[in-house]
């Protein structure tokens, strides 16, 4: 009897088309591998550059915010050596071809170049690397709200040199790459062999063994340790239907129910979480309460305080007949301030007196009530003629009250200070500064006199220091103008920058005539349109004296 074509087993021919099949499989994953290592490769190598690129960035901006505080200083104190060791620093770094450092004028205060680097694709370096090679950072000083321009730093780094580190990490890494590519596709002929080629092989032997007529009398029998696969799984998943179906319903009403039971808890902790919530805003308007309470308590205790340190100024009526004019205007940059100002008559002589101690506020304040004191102690016990003497005992009784002639001091803080002694006798005007300046109209002209360059009481200034007389004469009509910093250190116009003493000496030239009154209601009217929306930087007094003649 003949045996029907159908009923017999696969020819095995089909086993060497698989063989075949797997050659080729073979073939095109290696090449699949290669173009992945190939892909892998160029991923790699923009990824680098991607990453230096970025280093070059964040170094760059590292190096100019490590300097950013030397730099500011250098450029607001239009210090060139400040700004030369600024420049030098950045220049330490190779990858660095130029160095600039200007004021807010555009002035260059530091400068410092390289040689350019040589390099084969100048073209390529210059698209590579151009963009990110330009650094800059404006410079900024910093207030309490306000911040203003006085500098900038530049940095250009030179894209030659960018340029040969990265075809030198390139070099390197293409080497490592091409080992990497060939160990990657060892490995993945050899893993696509052990889990694909020989698996089908033997699901291939096993399919030729199965008898076309009654494929169902005799299941293919899986090979070893595959039950698992992508092969077993397609028996085993048709006779489990049925099973998951019904495990998918059960799983469902467990679910169903695991919900509920959330919800339910849910809003249990809703409900526990509202009540927490209630009671911490309970708290807080409590601690509100406490905070306002608190508050309330210390604007009073400063506003009185405000009291004691308006008493402690002294009456300019006490002046009058001793001076043709006199005028004050003392502005504390909060309720009360770190300046204080002293006028007194000793017989021929009137003694006026402007100081500007560390800080303001509450810390001002108590300054100056130190100050008051001495210098009070000073002029009715030490003498009151020569101005230089006031300043230097002035000096060393404050670093004695404050303890900062000793190197364990607690604190660093002192004064600037300016004092005139105006003797009616001799038609002259005695003046001795520490920081803080004399300004003199006369015959329609402004003339400044410069104080010493030094502060009082401060830990560094030298308990014997001592200071420069400069004598005057007094000239009918003559006026005399004395100032702290706060003054000039309002910042605004239209640019933002400091009022300064030449806006200062021009503002008071053309008002040398009026009468001092009225020059101080224009001089801070002045100042309050300089400054516009932006915020008082620090205590204000301005004095203006126009002494008698002989």
Same mark, same amino acid.
């Given at each position: 009897m003949t045996v029907p074509a159908s009923s017999s087993p696969l020819p095995i021919r089909h086993i060497g088309t698989f063989r075949g099949l797997s050659f080729k499989q073979a073939v095109a994953t290696l090449?699949?591998?290669?173009?992945?290592?190939a892909a892998s490769g160029f991923w790699d190598l923009s990824a680098d550059y991607q990453r230096m690129r970025r280093e070059v960035v964040e170094v760059?901006?590292?190096?100019?915010?490590?300097?950013?505080?030397t730099a500011v200083e250098a450029a607001y104190m239009l210090s060139h050596d400040l700004a030369g060791e600024v420049v030098s620093g950045l220049a330490l770094d190779p990858m660095v071809a130029e160095v600039r450092l200007t004021d807010n004028f =555009?002035?260059?205060?530091?400068?410092?170049?390289?040689?350019?680097?040589? +390099?084969?694709?100048?073209r390529l370096a210059e698209r590579l690397f151009g963009d990110v090679a330009q650094h800059s950072l404006m410079l900024q000083t910093r207030m309490k709200d306000s911040a203003s321009d006085v500098g900038k730093l530049e940095l250009r780094l030179d894209p030659a040199l960018l340029l040969g580190r990265y075809l030198d990490h390139v070099t390197a890494s293409a080497a490592s790459g091409a080992a990497r590519t060939v160990i990657l596709c060892l490995l993945v002929v050899a893993v696509f062999y052990g889990l694909i080629t020989k698996p089908l092989l033997k699901v291939g032997h096993a399919i030729a063994k199965v008898d076309p007529a009654r494929p169902g009398a005799s299941l293919i029998e899986l090979p070893h340790r595959h039950e698992?696969? !992508? $092969?077993?799984?397609?028996?085993?998943?048709?006779?489990a239907l049925l099973a998951e179906s019904q495990r998918g319903l059960d799983g %469902?009403? +467990?679910?169903?129910? &695991?919900?509920?039971? $959330?919800?339910?808890? $849910?809003?249990?902790?809703?409900?526990?979480?509202?009540? !927490?919530?209630?009671?911490?805003?309970?708290?807080? !308007? %409590?601690?509100?309460?406490?905070?306002?309470?608190?508050? %309330?308590?210390?604007?009073?205790?400063i506003r009185y305080a405000s009291r004691i340190q308006t008493a402690l100024l002294p009456d300019t009526a006490a002046l009058e007949g001793a001076v043709d004019e006199f005028t004050v205007g003392w502005r504390p940059f909060d309720i009360v301030g770190g300046d204080y100002y002293w006028t007194g008559i000793f017989g021929d002589k009137?003694?006026?007196?402007?100081?500007?101690?560390?800080?303001?506020?509450?810390?001002g304040a108590f300054m100056t009530a130190v100050v008051s004191s001495i210098l009070a102690r000073i002029l009715h016990h030490h003498g009151h003629d020569d101005p230089a003497v006031i300043l230097?005992?002035?000096?060393?009784?404050?670093?004695? &009250?404050?303890?900062?002639?000793?190197?364990?001091?607690?604190?660093?803080?002192?004064?600037?200070?300016?004092?005139?002694?105006?003797?009616r006798a001799r038609g002259v005007a005695t003046f001795?500064?520490?920081?803080?300046?004399? #300004?003199?109209?006369?015959?329609?002209?402004?003339?400044?006199?410069?104080?010493?360059?030094?502060?009082?009481? *401060? /830990?560094?200034?030298?308990?014997?220091?001592?200071?420069?007389?400069?004598?005057?004469?007094?000239?009918?009509?003559?006026?005399? *103008?004395? *100032?702290?910093?706060?003054?000039?250190?309002? #910042? =605004?116009?239209?640019?933002?920058?400091?009022?300064? %003493?030449?806006? $200062?000496?021009?503002?008071? +030239?053309?008002? =040398?005539?009026?009468?001092? !009154?009225?020059?101080?209601?224009?001089?801070?009217?002045?100042?309050?349109?300089? /400054?516009?929306?932006q915020p008082c930087r620090d205590d204000m007094t301005f004095i203006a004296i126009r002494p008698k003649a002989r």
């Open positions: 090449v699949i591998a290669l173009g992945l290592g760059a901006k590292a190096d100019l915010a490590l300097v950013r505080g =555009g002035d260059l205060l530091g400068e410092t170049r390289r040689p350019p680097g040589v +390099t084969a694709f100048p698992g696969d !992508e $092969l077993g799984l397609l028996v085993s998943n048709v006779n %469902r009403d +467990t679910a169903e129910g &695991a919900l509920a039971a $959330l919800a339910r808890d $849910l809003e249990l902790r809703v409900q526990e979480r509202t009540h !927490e919530l209630e009671q911490q805003k309970a708290g807080v !308007e %409590r601690a509100n309460a406490e905070l306002e309470k608190a508050n %309330r308590f210390i604007s009073d205790g009137t003694v006026v007196a402007v100081m500007d101690c560390t800080g303001h506020g509450v810390p230097a005992l002035l000096n060393f009784l404050v670093k004695s &009250a404050l303890r900062q002639d000793r190197a364990d001091a607690p604190a660093d803080d002192g004064l600037d200070a300016a004092i005139c002694v105006f003797d001795a500064g520490a920081n803080l300046p004399l #300004m003199v109209w006369s015959d329609d002209q402004m003339k400044v006199i410069r104080g010493d360059r030094r502060s009082l009481g *401060y /830990r560094d200034s030298p308990p014997d220091a001592t200071f420069a007389c400069h004598e005057v004469p007094i000239t009918p009509g003559a006026t005399f *103008y004395l *100032y702290t910093d706060g003054l000039i250190d309002q #910042m =605004g116009g239209p640019n933002h920058r400091l009022f300064g %003493r030449r806006r $200062l000496l021009e503002t008071l +030239t053309g008002l =040398g005539s009026l009468p001092l !009154e009225l020059q101080k209601e224009r001089l801070f009217a002045t100042l309050d349109a300089w /400054r516009g929306d």
